[in-house]
Structure formats: structure tokens, C-alpha cells
């Protein structure tokens, strides 16, 4: 089982830029694959991102961020990133990372096995 922490939220100027990391622990961190997902307040939860395990480096986004979010990992310090640039209103939310074991893309919640605790990301227009 993988555990997540989140770090790396704050508040930022619409337009501006936040880099989240989501450190792991546990021997299956290489070959999950980890997503990240948003909630604002009264919204459901969102996928937002997702790369797959080993080393495949396969990535998806949302609709909504792509080509204005990145994510990346580095394994030997169990930790995936989530670079966030032209930031927006929109995108205030608290946001979570998740691990799946199976190791390939996941969208959904139910894809993922485990969860951090999430970090809070709000824009200010």
C-alpha cells in the first residue's frame, strides 16, 4: 500500500503559477500509476490528471487543463508533480493526489487505491 502527502498549495493571482508535489512512501510507488484529482466547494470531485507506473510515463488530462497543467514523477524521490500554470478562478480547489496499484491510467476515483489528504489551491481574480 502506497501512502500519499500532499504539499505545495497556497494562494495565487489568476494567471500565476503553483507546483504540487505528492510524496509516497511504500515499495509499490514505481509501478503505480498516480492521479490527481480536484474538489471545489459544493462540486463533486474531478480528475484532473493521471501517469502511469513503471516506466511507460503515460499522461491524460482533463479537458479542462490541458495545456496549462503538467505532471511528472520522479521516482528515486518517490514523488509526483503537478505544474500548474495560468491559473484561473476555476481551478481554486482542494486538491488530492491518489495511487493506483494497477499501475496504468486511471479517471475515475474508484480506479485508485489509496489517497493523501489533499492541499487547497485558490485563485484570486
Known amino acids: 500500500q502506497v501512502q500519499l502527502v500532499e504539499s505545495g498549495g497556497g494562494l495565487v493571482q489568476a494567471g500565476g503559477s503553483l507546483r504540487l508535489s505528492c510524496a509516497a512512501s511504500g515499495r509499490s510507488f514505481y509501478s503505480s500509476g498516480i492521479g490527481w484529482f480536484r474538489q471545489a466547494p459544493g462540486k463533486p470531485r474531478e480528475f484532473v490528471a493521471v501517469?502511469?507506473?513503471?516506466?511507460?510515463?503515460?499522461?491524460s488530462y482533463a479537458d479542462s487543463v490541458k495545456g496549462r497543467f503538467t505532471i511528472s514523477r520522479d521516482n528515486p524521490k518517490n514523488t509526483v508533480y503537478l505544474q500548474m500554470n495560468s491559473l484561473n478562478s476555476e481551478d481554486t480547489a482542494v486538491y488530492y493526489c491518489?495511487?493506483?496499484?494497477?499501475?496504468?491510467?486511471?479517471?475515475?476515483?474508484?480506479?485508485?487505491?489509496?489517497w493523501g489528504q489533499g492541499t487547497q489551491v485558490t485563485v484570486s481574480s
Open positions: 501517469i502511469s507506473g513503471r516506466t511507460s510515463y503515460s499522461t
Open positions: 491518489a495511487a493506483r496499484s494497477a499501475g496504468g491510467l486511471g479517471f475515475t476515483g474508484t480506479d485508485f487505491d489509496a
